[in-house]
């Protein structure tokens, strides 16, 4: 089983739509948790940290279930400009720094 | 505040050729790491160092690679020989440290291809 798995996609949604990805890890002492955004051809950025109580920016939701050992990212009211790849990140196990990346989840916004 | 720069941004050479890539991260950033993508393996970290130390190098693939860390604003990773299987973009990301420590930032990337 891979550390982190996201499911490559490619989800294709209208122009304001909501559309909600998972990502699972199998370390349950992880402790840090990221959604990063990839444009095509640049580098990853930083979108959002995921917390244990949850996060909201604007139209973007993070939320994290350890239970269950999965994150998710909430984009409501779709934009064209939101078509990336979304790559979740895991880290913190093991009282390292590292992070582990998810192969992403490609998203395309149509009109 | 500048973001974290590599150089070059594109590099071709020949199989056999040494390649060494360049990278300075944001100033007062405590750690620093090499990370490969490629489509069939996605993002890998290669290794990363913490105040110039190099900390974990188990991802670095073979002794072809090596990288270094001679001061706080400034990174190589060198691969010799070069072989066309080492074609990939390769980002440099640097962290604080402290509660923010594994908050990445990457670079631009050095898109290298070898033939």
């Known amino acids: 089983r891979k550390e982190v798995e996201q499911d490559p996609g490619p989800f294709n949604v209208p122009e304001g739509a909501t559309v909600a990805f998972n990502c699972t890890y199998s370390?349950?002492?992880?402790?840090?948790f990221f959604w990063y955004r990839q444009d095509c051809r640049k580098e990853p950025k930083l979108l959002m940290s995921v917390y244990s109580s949850g996060n909201e920016d604007g139209r973007f939701t993070a939320q994290l279930n350890r239970a269950s050992q999965y994150i998710s990212l909430l984009i409501r009211d779709s934009k064209l400009s939101d078509s990336a790849t979304y790559l979740c990140?895991?880290?913190?196990?093991?009282?390292?720094?590292?992070?582990?990346f998810g192969t992403g989840t490609q998203l395309k916004v149509e009109l | 505040d500048a973001g974290v720069i590599q150089s070059p941004r594109h590099e071709v050479t020949e199989m056999g050729q040494e390649v060494t890539l360049r990278c300075k991260p944001i100033s007062g950033h405590d750690y620093l790491f090499w990370y490969r993508q490629t489509m069939m393996r996605g993002l890998e970290l290669l290794i990363y160092f913490n105040n110039n130390v190099p900390i974990d190098d188990s991802g670095m693939p073979e002794d072809r690679f090596s990288a270094k860390m001679p001061n706080a604003s400034f990174s190589t990773l060198k691969i010799q020989p070069s072989e066309p299987r080492d074609s990939a973009v390769y980002f440099c990301a640097s962290s604080s440290g402290g509660f923010s420590r594994w908050e990445q930032y990457f670079g631009p990337g050095t898109r290298l291809t070898v033939t």
């Open positions: 990140a895991v880290g913190g196990a093991g009282g390292g720094n590292k992070l582990t």
């Open positions: 370390n349950s002492a992880s402790q840090s």
